[in-house]
């Protein structure tokens, strides 16, 4: 029906999260009838990208450039260090423009079924960041999974004879979240990090 | 098509495409058992699919040797209970990889499933770490490795019991096992007198448990315990034990 080269694209855009056969086929159509607006713009950006990207040595977080731009923004607190599993974890909470301080990526958590053990997350690297000096704090931006906590408690021990404060994000009822539809866990939660008014 | 419905509690999941996630179970009538929960990881599922929590499940699949798709409701959020709390959250872990590694699937363990339950609810209490050998020790029973610490196996004595067999799993006598300390395992006192263990004996009760599951190859052709029940054994300062043979 269509030429290999249009398969292949098919075929990769397929691969994309959020993306099916169908949707890819959709997706790669809207590309190819929006050549000069859209198709050769995305290729020019993803050839860019592919070859300029790297990997943060600082913090773990991609970039164009190592140092990365949160690591050498010098408007940030260096006193403050958020510990987080993934790169969509610290873009998620630079979304939120709440954190100004650094960050450092696990790039996963202790995990037996995914086969990653303490060695496998860096800790040294954590270890010597949490040690300087100018580090006041070390929160943990882990999930609140069994694994993401498990992950976070395993860290505070380790991290338990550096000079910080360690400390964790809170767990409770979210924005515009009804406690009819909250699962009893969060609902305990919320109740046991409850804050005087 | 097969269905069943079934009391249940979550030993683990995995990631299986963008949102859904092969979950699996130890339910009460039914065994280990897997099955794919679509919107896992979606708004639904968020807070219900964790280890430890206790849920109901509908299990439903063309022919019975499917995957099949599972549904769950959460009936008992233990995991969120423990979370703050290392040491029991290590514990938790520790059961539903260990139930994981050791239990067949698709093979009725009702007497796991309600001591696990009973373990679950037990990890709120102060002396959790005693429930947690207990429990061990319960688990080993119903996989038929049961140890037995009731008496002597040497002179049929029941009082001062401080060692087990590594080979026959039964208590040996102080005066009867003195001779041979190096090749036994200390009987920590709590197992037997139904009392609390300190830290000492929760190490030794560990160690205990620990060889028995990892000499039955209970933990799969020589993988060892589970890297959760390590970390657990590591809080105690139970390293594997290391006898003379």
């Known amino acids: ?197 | 098509m097969v269905e069943w419905r079934d009391e249940a509690i979550v030993l683990g999941l995995g990631r299986h495409g963008e949102s859904s996630a092969i979950v699996s179970l130890l339910t009460r009538a039914h065994g280990r058992y897997r099955g794919l929960v679509r919107g896992a990881y979606g708004k639904n599922g968020r807070g219900v699919l964790l280890p430890g929590n206790r849920v109901a499940a509908w299990w439903r699949a063309r022919l019975a040797e499917h995957l099949g798709a599972l549904r769950c409701e959460l009936v008992d959020a233990h995991a969120a209970r423990v979370m703050a709390d290392a040491g029991r959250l290590d514990a938790l872990a520790a059961a539903c990889a260990l139930c994981e590694a050791v239990l067949p699937e698709r093979q009725a363990h009702g007497a796991t499933f309600e001591s696990l339950t009973a373990l679950l609810s037990g990890l709120e209490a102060e002396a959790w770490p005693s429930i947690y050998v207990h429990w061990e020790l319960a688990l080993l029973r119903d996989l038929g490795y049961g140890l037995d610490l009731g008496s002597c196996a040497a002179t049929g004595a029941n009082d001062n019991l401080a060692f087990v067999s590594p080979k026959s799993g039964r208590a040996v006598s102080l005066s009867a096992g003195e001779p041979y300390r190096d090749r036994l395992l200390p009987l920590p006192g709590f197992l037997v007198a139904g009392r609390e263990g300190d830290k000492d004996e929760i190490r030794d009760g560990l160690r205990l448990t620990g060889f028995f599951l990892e000499r039955h190859g209970l933990t799969g052709g020589g993988a060892g315990l589970p890297a959760a029940r390590l970390r657990l054994a590591s809080r105690f300062g139970a390293d594997p034990a290391n006898l003379e043979n």
């Open chain 1, 1 to 197: 029906m269509t030429g290999a080269d249009i398969e292949r694209m098919i075929h990769l855009l397929a691969r994309l999260p959020g993306l099916g056969p169908r949707s890819a086929r959709r997706a790669a159509l809207h590309l190819i009838e929006r050549r000069e607006a859209l198709l050769i713009p995305l290729a020019e950006s993803l050839a860019q990208t592919a070859a300029s990207i790297k990997v943060c040595a600082t913090c773990g977080n991609f970039d164009s450039v190592d140092p990365c731009a949160i690591c050498t923004d010098s408007e940030r607190d260096d006193g403050l260090l958020c510990v987080v599993e993934d790169v969509a974890s610290l873009w998620a909470l630079e979304r939120s423009a709440c954190f100004r301080g650094r960050y450092h990526v696990l790039g996963g958590l202790l995990s037996a079924l995914d086969g990653i053990g303490p060695e496998d997350l860096g800790l040294d690297k954590l270890l010597a960041r949490a040690s300087r000096p100018s580090v006041r704090e070390v929160i943990f931006a882990t999930p609140a999974t069994v694994e993401g906590q498990t992950t976070a408690h395993y860290l505070a021990d380790r991290l338990s004879n550096c000079d910080v404060v360690l400390s964790g994000l809170a767990q409770g009822v979210p924005m515009g979240g009804e406690l009819d539809y909250l699962d009893d866990g969060t609902i305990g939660a919320a109740l046991r990090a409850r804050r005087a008014f």
